[in-house]
């Protein structure tokens, strides 16, 4: 994400979407209400006979409109729309109208003011620039999953399944069954591995290194970039061991996605010891009070929570991290399981009747963020 111009008495930015990242964050970024601007088409009403049709039909201008639906699809080609009436524009005034964002877009977004959640969206999508794209395989023989990791999104490639006769039992058909999936697996990752910084092949057994020694056949200038990372589970299972394990944490450095795995991970680790964490909105303010937050993690769709809004604030005031932790993943779905809202703590507390983690009524009673 790069930012090109900020005006901050008028609560204006205006960014390149760079990545399949910013893309996620920018949906989380614009919330209803948000004055949001982008170049698109739209059909031009009041051209003259003379425009030639084509550009009479859809024309390209620039639009802004007041953000009333916004959605970030992953799969395929990333993309956001963002859909609202028509604020500033040629014509159409008050029309509803959506703006799709891809990577390359630049949008103007407008708020009233950015809160510690937004902020920390913003300042992550800044800092990871130019997110290199990782190439992720958990094999075994019959199950693999590969998937594509780039900084925020994990997206899925393919299921390769198959089921193969035994070896010891197969004789000569079993042993061609075996070097057919094989192949299949090396030339399916040949064909992707070049537009990949890395190529990461996980799991049990020694399939996966048979798999890195046919693609280095196959392409031997794709031999520096392949790593072999041992886990007990294949398939989608060893994908999601992979990015919590830390095994390949130098491969992965910088990737946002195996970043959230493992702070998650952490996490659960933390509250195995009972004191270095706090679980839910009311541990977590009580923790914040005392100044005991280092990282405090919170689910995405979390955020529009006002008292959830209070409470990062004051957060960032503090000076702890805060991460937004994707619903998606298996990571945000560990979260959801602990109330949405877990800090990792700078030192050993627990609140004196750590009883019920449910959020008191109204939501969290956050102390209010200094001005």
């Known amino acids: 994400m790069r930012l090109l ?23 989380r970024l614009v919330r209803p209400g948000d ?3 982008a170049s698109t088409t739209r059909r031009d009403p009041e051209a003259p006979e003379s425009t ?10 620039f639009l802004v409109v007041r953000a009333e639906q916004v959605e970030f699809h992953g799969f395929g080609e990333p993309h956001v ?52 794209i990782l190439l992720v395989a958990a094999v075994d023989w019959g199950e693999s999953t590969v998937v ?15 089921t193969l006769p035994g070896k010891r039992f197969g004789g000569a058909g079993a042993e061609t069954a075996r070097a057919d999936y094989r192949e299949e697996v090396v030339r399916f990752l040949a064909r992707l591995a070049p537009e990949a910084a890395a190529v990461i092949l996980a799991g049990p057994g020694f399939f996966k ?22 886990t007990a589970e294949s398939g989608s299972a060893g994908i999601h061991e992979l990015l919590r394990s830390g095994r390949a944490s130098e491969v992965l450095r910088g990737s946002v996605a195996a970043e959230e795995e493992d702070l998650v991970e952490q996490l ?22 005392v100044g005991a937050v280092e990282t405090l993690l919170v689910a995405e769709d979390r955020l529009a929570d006002p008292g959830i809004r209070r409470l990062l604030d004051a957060a960032r005031a503090a000076r702890a991290r805060l991460f937004i932790v994707s619903t998606h993943g298996e990571a945000g779905h560990r979260l959801a399981g602990l109330g949405g809202i877990a800090a990792l703590l700078r030192f050993d507390w627990s609140p004196p009747e750590r009883g ?8 969290p009673a956050a102390p209010a963020a200094p001005p």
């Open 5 to 27: 111009h900020q005006d901050p008495s008028l609560g204006l930015l205006r960014l390149r979407l760079e990545t399949p990242s910013d893309l996620w964050r920018i949906a």
């Open 35 to 37: 004055r949001v601007g």
């Open 52 to 61: 030639r049709a084509a550009e009479r039909d859809r024309r390209r201008v």
């Open 81 to 132: 729309r963002i859909s609202g009436p028509i604020l500033e524009g040629p014509f159409d005034h008050g029309r509803h109208h959506t703006l799709d964002l891809a990577e390359g877009s630049e949008v103007t977004v407008t708020k009233e003011a950015l809160s510690g959640g937004e902020r920390a969206l913003l300042e992550e999508g800044l800092a990871h620039r130019g997110e290199p």
């Open 148 to 162: 594509r990791l780039s900084g925020r999104v994990v997206q899925p490639v393919a299921e390769l399944a198959r």
């Open 209 to 230: 290194e048979q798999v890195a020694q046919g693609l280095g056949e196959l392409d031997p200038g794709q031999k520096g970039k392949i790593h072999i990372v041992a």
């Open 268 to 289: 659960v680790r933390a509250l195995g010891g009972g004191r270095r964490a706090a679980v839910g909105a009311a541990e977590v303010v009580r923790a914040q009070e």
């Open 356 to 363: 019920s983690r449910a959020d008191p009524p109204g939501g």
